[in-house]
């Protein structure tokens, strides 16, 4: 690398000062500082105990004896300063005329060690005697081959005397000294010439790097944590602002004062994360600076260090390697989810906060609400679908095999406050089943043996019906339109009950089925008895996928029963027998078990999604279970 492309702004400038290099000064973290700039902050931060913090990364540094005059040179930064300033100085024959002139440098001497201008070298290669020296143009200097020759002529002095040349560098003492040193005073020390101690340094500190690159990746793992951790904070917050402006409105002025309150309560929580993740952010930002610039130095070190100044600063180096590799890395605490609980009640103004909800930190597949719909036992009733309005009302389908004339529709508010019941006792049969929520917040429900499908309001009105054979199951699409699983195909009608399209469902003779509409229409229909779910194109009739096999592995069900969609696409269905719910990608791939036995389902009969994105449940013992679920 040629010294043109050393950072020079950073690597050769004084983070204190600003400006180039003066006497550098080294301290143990391995930063450096003009040697005036370290001594007004040691001037400052001096203490009892003769230690200063660095200006930089606030390691402990103790002042030597001798004071200030004796903290390590920087020799690497000294003399690359000196290299870069030569190829910049002025020309030095025509600074010695009298008068002296002023004239930028062009070349340089090798052999003389000068600047000349273009007059002055020639003038410089006419004489005999410099006839034959070696002249390079400056902007070429920076090449690595020309400047290496220039930094091999910078003389090390012995340390003993500071006068005689040294050629070996005490491993021990960690000295540069001459030969007659290594008899006199370093006998028995571990001497090297000094490349040869210097290609061992470098060997040194390329492992040392390794092992910072090892931490160093660590950190940004770490770094890259809690940058995420902070951005999905965020994204909560502004989506539960969005959630409490909605409850807001629907209040009106009772609501403001507790809105106020509640957004309080979400940028406490936020700052609190703030104030615990902030920290860590720039704590693991000043570390990751730490490695950045340890590895810069050692680099520039291993490849622009002459051979005195590689065994001058190694071992500085390698202990401050060992304590960047040996440093304890902060711990990222677990960061918790907030989540708004909120029921509804008619009497706000008495209830306000409860109606509101509250901020708080939600756990994944927590059970928000559970309460048991009164079922008799003679003869037994089971409970068997679930739908859930935009206003969060949830409507529960009641079943019972030996007395179809006690079959219902059971409305609660999301508080599980009796609302309203639904009934037909004009049905011959009445077996009065299935619930449905049309595009006007009606109910669709069915009943086979009358081959009818009835829509009602929430309130229990009968508004009107219209002919389906044998109904099984219902449903709605995106367009209104009523999606009818009958025994022996599929019938999709329109608003006003006219059959718009039927489709051949091959899995016929089921006593039960469900139907379900996903987000990009395909109608999905469950067959307990067959163990799978078909997804059929709602136009040609063609099969897209199955899932399911009887089992209780990945991807296999035993007598699969409601199902829901969500937003993505994905697929939610109540598995009946294994006690668990699966998810399904839009395709009908299996992704994971969203809930099972160990979350507290028993005999899941069928699934509903509420307007805020929770999970209601019924199962067939009479429990009504609504859960978080935070993925």
Same mark, same amino acid.
């Given at each position: 690398?040629?010294?043109?492309?050393?950072?020079?702004?950073?690597?050769?400038?004084?983070?204190?000062?600003?400006?180039?290099?003066?006497?550098?000064?080294?301290?143990?973290?391995?930063?450096?500082?003009?040697?005036?700039?370290?001594?007004?902050?040691?001037?400052?931060?001096?203490?009892?105990?003769?230690?200063?913090?660095?200006?930089?990364?606030?390691?402990?540094?103790?002042?030597?004896?001798?004071?200030?005059?004796?903290?390590?040179?920087?020799?690497?930064?000294?003399?690359?300063?000196?290299?870069?300033?030569?190829?910049?100085?002025?020309?030095?024959?025509?600074?010695?005329?009298?008068?002296?002139?002023?004239?930028?440098?062009?070349?340089?001497?090798?052999?003389?060690?000068?600047?000349?201008?273009?007059?002055?070298?020639?003038?410089?290669?006419?004489?005999?005697?410099?006839?034959?020296?070696?002249?390079?143009?400056?902007?070429?200097?920076?090449?690595?081959?020309?400047?290496?020759?220039?930094?091999?002529?910078?003389?090390?002095?012995?340390?003993?005397?500071?006068?005689?040349?040294?050629?070996?560098?005490?491993?021990?003492?960690?000295?540069?000294?001459?030969?007659?040193?290594?008899?006199?005073?370093?006998?028995?020390?571990?001497?090297?010439?000094?490349?040869?101690?210097?290609?061992?340094?470098?060997?040194?500190?390329?492992?040392?790097?390794?092992?910072?690159?090892?931490?160093?990746?660590?950190?940004?793992?770490?770094?890259?944590?809690?940058?995420?951790?902070?951005?999905?904070?965020?994204?909560?917050?502004?989506?539960?602002?969005?959630?409490?402006?909605?409850?807001?409105?629907?209040?009106?002025?009772?609501?403001?004062?507790?809105?106020?309150?509640?957004?309080?309560?979400?940028?406490?929580?936020?700052?609190? +994360?703030? $104030? !615990?993740?902030?920290?860590?952010? #720039? /704590? %693991?930002? *000043?570390?990751?600076?730490?490695?950045?610039?340890?590895?810069?130095?050692?680099?520039?070190?291993?490849?622009?260090?002459?051979?005195?100044?590689?065994?001058?600063?190694?071992?500085?180096?390698?202990?401050?390697?060992?304590?960047?590799?040996?440093?304890?890395?902060?711990?990222?605490?677990?960061?918790?989810?907030?989540?708004?609980?909120?029921?509804?009640?008619?009497?706000?103004?008495?209830?306000?906060?409860?109606? +509101?909800? $509250? !901020?708080?930190?939600?756990?994944? #597949? /927590? %059970?928000? *609400?559970?309460?048991?719909?009164?079922?008799?036992?003679?003869?037994?009733?089971?409970?068997?679908?679930?739908?859930?309005?935009?206003?969060?009302?949830?409507?529960?389908?009641?079943?019972?095999?030996?007395?179809?004339?006690?079959?219902?529709?059971?409305?609660?508010?999301?508080?599980?406050?009796?609302?309203?019941?639904?009934?037909?006792?004009?049905?011959?049969?009445?077996?009065?089943?299935?619930?449905?929520?049309?595009?006007?917040?009606?109910?669709?429900?069915?009943?086979?043996?009358?081959? *009818?499908?009835?829509?009602?309001?929430?309130?229990?009105?009968?508004?009107?019906?219209?002919?389906?054979?044998?109904?099984?199951?219902?449903?709605?699409?995106?367009?209104?339109?009523?999606?009818?699983?009958?025994?022996?195909?599929?019938?999709?009608?329109?608003?006003?009950?006219?059959?718009?399209?039927?489709?051949?469902?091959?899995?016929?003779?089921?006593?039960?089925?469900?139907?379900?509409?996903?987000?990009?229409?395909?109608?999905?229909?469950?067959?307990?008895?067959?163990?799978?779910?078909?997804?059929?194109?709602?136009?040609?009739?063609?099969?897209?996928?199955?899932?399911?096999?009887?089992?209780?592995?990945?991807?296999?069900?035993?007598?699969?029963?409601?199902?829901?969609?969500?937003?993505?696409?994905?697929?939610?269905?109540?598995?009946?027998?294994?006690?668990?719910?699966?998810?399904?990608?839009?395709?009908?791939?299996?992704?994971?078990?969203?809930?099972?036995?160990?979350?507290?389902?028993?005999?899941?009969?069928?699934?509903?999604?509420?307007?805020?994105?929770?999970?209601?449940?019924?199962?067939?013992?009479?429990?009504?279970?609504?859960?978080?679920?935070?993925?």
């Amino acid at each position: 690398m040629a010294l043109s492309k050393i950072p020079e702004e950073d690597f050769l400038t004084c983070i204190i000062c600003e400006e180039r290099y003066e006497e550098p000064k080294i301290l143990l973290c391995v930063h450096s500082f003009c040697k005036r700039c370290l001594e007004g902050h040691v001037k400052v931060k001096l203490d009892r105990n003769r230690r200063f913090p660095c200006p930089i990364c606030r390691r402990q540094c103790e002042l030597p004896e001798k004071g200030k005059e004796d903290l390590d040179k920087s020799r690497l930064l000294d003399n690359l300063a000196e290299v870069v300033t030569k190829t910049q100085d002025k020309c030095e024959t025509c600074a010695l005329k009298e008068p002296p002139v002023d004239a930028g440098a062009t070349k340089r001497c090798l052999k003389c060690d000068d600047n000349m201008c273009d007059v002055c070298s020639a003038e410089h290669r006419r004489h005999g005697a410099s006839r034959d020296h070696q002249l390079i143009p400056l902007k070429e200097l920076n090449d690595e081959a020309y400047a290496s020759e220039f930094r091999s002529r910078q003389q090390i002095l012995c340390n003993h005397d500071n006068k005689t040349p040294a050629e070996v560098f005490c491993c021990a003492c960690e000295k540069f000294i001459c030969g007659t040193c290594v008899s006199l005073k370093h006998k028995d020390h571990d001497c090297e010439y000094i490349p040869s101690a210097a290609k061992g340094g470098r060997d040194r500190l390329v492992n040392e790097q390794k092992e910072i690159e090892r931490k160093e990746t660590k950190v940004a793992s770490l770094l890259s944590d809690v940058k995420e951790r902070k951005e999905d904070f965020h994204c909560q917050s502004e989506k539960l602002g969005k959630a409490i402006e909605k409850r807001e409105v629907e209040l009106i002025k009772l609501v403001q004062v507790h809105a106020d309150r509640m957004r309080k309560e979400v940028n406490e929580a936020t700052s609190q +994360m703030k $104030e !615990v993740l902030d920290p860590l952010e #720039k /704590e %693991l930002e *000043l570390i990751q600076g730490y490695f950045v610039g340890f590895k810069e130095f050692t680099n520039a070190l291993i490849i622009h260090g002459s051979d005195p100044e590689v065994l001058h600063t190694m071992a500085n180096c390698l202990r401050r390697g060992k304590e960047l590799t040996e440093m304890k890395l902060p711990i990222i605490p677990n960061t918790k989810k907030l989540t708004l609980d909120a029921k509804h009640v008619n009497n706000m103004s008495t209830v306000l906060r409860e109606c +509101m909800g $509250e !901020v708080r930190y939600a756990r994944d #597949k /927590e %059970l928000l *609400l559970s309460f048991c719909v009164d079922l008799t036992n003679d003869p037994p009733e089971t409970l068997s679908h679930v739908a859930v309005d935009a206003e969060g009302r949830v409507y529960v389908g009641v079943w019972s095999e030996k007395d179809t004339m006690r079959n219902k529709i059971i409305v609660y508010d999301v508080g599980s406050r009796l609302m309203a019941t639904i009934t037909n006792p004009m049905l011959k049969k009445d077996f009065f089943a299935g619930i449905a929520l049309d595009q006007d917040g009606n109910v669709v429900t069915r009943s086979e043996s009358d081959n *009818l499908v009835m829509i009602y309001s929430r309130e229990g009105k009968l508004l009107f019906g219209f002919h389906s054979p044998q109904p099984l199951a219902v449903s709605v699409n995106s367009k209104g339109q009523y999606v009818i699983a009958g025994k022996e195909a599929i019938h999709i009608h329109d608003k006003d009950g006219q059959v718009a399209h039927s489709l051949p469902d091959p899995l016929q003779g089921d006593i039960i089925k469900y139907v379900a509409v996903s987000v990009t229409g395909d109608i999905l229909v469950s067959h307990p008895g067959a163990d799978k779910v078909l997804a059929y194109n709602p136009v040609s009739g063609v099969l897209k996928f199955t899932y399911g096999a009887k089992g209780r592995g990945d991807g296999q069900v035993n007598e699969p029963r409601g199902m829901c969609c969500l937003a993505n696409g994905d697929i939610i269905l109540a598995d009946f027998r294994n006690d668990r719910l699966h998810l399904l990608s839009p395709d009908g791939v299996f992704k994971k078990f969203l809930l099972t036995k160990e979350d507290g389902l028993k005999f899941p009969q069928d699934v509903a999604l509420t307007p805020d994105g929770k999970v209601v449940v019924v199962e067939t013992g009479g429990a009504v279970k609504c859960f978080a679920l935070l993925d």
